[in-house]
């Protein structure tokens, strides 16, 4: 039997070893580094600043769990997941997870999948300063404007409970905003905790009116069927809560903002 050269064993052995060195630490396809999706345009919560780092709460949390999963903040490649398409870049595998005000909801999860919840919120209304003849959802179908996000929850809910009201809908919350500071619409609908950023951004321009009206579970969201992955993220979460790094990264993020930490939510493991 002919002998194999030592160089050419060599070389079969580092290609057999290559592909589990490149998904050791979790990363699937995307090798020593973790793909995460978040928002640009959320003061408080997702943002991309001026020189091209990240801050926000989700930002945090989304940090805190790369750090368990083994990889260091040089490591995790950011990309920008509106809410449109959250499902999709899931489903192509061109993020590892998503945290991203992204609620968890049964059509979804018929989708993806879901570690969390990591933050309970509600729908609220965000208005001009000045405004004082809306005070709450039912106010909205006076003939009023109403401004949300393509393929959001808020935007579904609005549809589903007030169908009179005039809603638009945009690709980002932060154009709804400034279609707000314009005139050109009367009220944004979303969630209470984005809401606040934008207020606290632009101080004395815009209030935040009425009660929530609807009860949101913000989730990370992952690859359906990806069991191992969920687990090591929802043991991220619940040893970011314990730990005291949670409440920590809310008061930072959403304090300026009026809004004090709530509870952290009970962890779904089912």
């Known amino acids: ?16 070893a290559l592909p589990f060195a490149a998904t050791a630490c979790g990363g699937g396809d995307h090798g020593n580094k973790i793909v995460i999706g978040t928002k640009y345009d959320q003061p408080g919560l997702g943002q991309k600043k ?16 790369a750090k368990e999963l083994g990889y260091t ?14 499902e999709t870049l899931i489903q192509n595998g ?17 989708k993806v999948d879901f570690a969390g ?3 309970l919120t509600g729908q609220s209304l965000l208005v001009r300063a000045d405004n004082n003849d809306i005070t709450g959802a039912a106010s909205l179908e006076n003939n009023k404007k109403l401004c949300s996000v393509s393929g959001s929850t808020p935007a579904q809910n609005i549809k589903n409970k007030f169908p009179k009201v005039q809603l638009q809908q945009f ?11 314009n005139g050109v619409i009367d009220a944004v609908t979303t969630d209470e905790v984005i809401l606040a950023g934008y207020a606290a951004q632009s101080p004395g321009a815009f209030k935040i009116v009425g009660d929530t009206f609807t009860e949101e579970r913000y989730g990370i969201g992952l690859k ?7 687990t090591k993220i929802n043991d991220a979460i619940e040893k970011m809560e314990s730990s005291g790094a949670w409440k920590e990264a809310f008061d930072r993020n959403l304090g300026p903002a009026g809004i004090e930490a709530p509870a952290p939510p009970a962890i779904d493991r089912g």
């Open 117 to 119: 919840p990591y933050l």
């Open 1 to 16: 039997m002919p002998s194999v050269p030592l160089k050419l064993v060599g070389a079969v052995a580092l290609a057999l």
């Open 94 to 110: 061109q993020v590892d997870y998503i945290v991203a005000t992204y609620s968890i909801t049964d059509a979804r999860k018929e």
């Open 50 to 65: 001026p020189d091209g780092t990240m801050a926000g709460f989700d930002v945090d949390v989304a940090k805190f769990v």
């Open 224 to 230: 359906k069927g990806d069991i191992e992955l969920r």
């Open 73 to 86: 903040e040089d490591q995790i490649e950011w990309k920008e997941s509106p809410s449109a398409q959250r």
């Open 171 to 181: 690709d980002t919350y932060s154009a709804c905003v400034d279609a707000l500071k």
